[in-house]
């Protein structure tokens, strides 16, 4: 039974490969939607934290 259990679990390589490709598919998008993301919304996200901290003070 041990020897027939220890020659089916090489046929397993494959799950080892379900993770990689997950990571790669999704740093993939990360990267893309990255790249492709306005110049505009960056700009604007970047200076919303300021904008509130003003705002605050203000009111």
Partial sequence: ???YIL???GDIDWLALIP????FVFFSITIIRV???????????????FEESIINKQV
């Fill in 20 to 23: 990689l490709v997950i990571f």
């Fill in 1 to 3: 039974m041990y020897k």
């Fill in 7 to 9: 020659e089916t679990a």
């Fill in 35 to 49: 790249l492709m993301t306005k110049k505009s919304y960056i700009q604007k996200m970047e200076k919303l934290p």
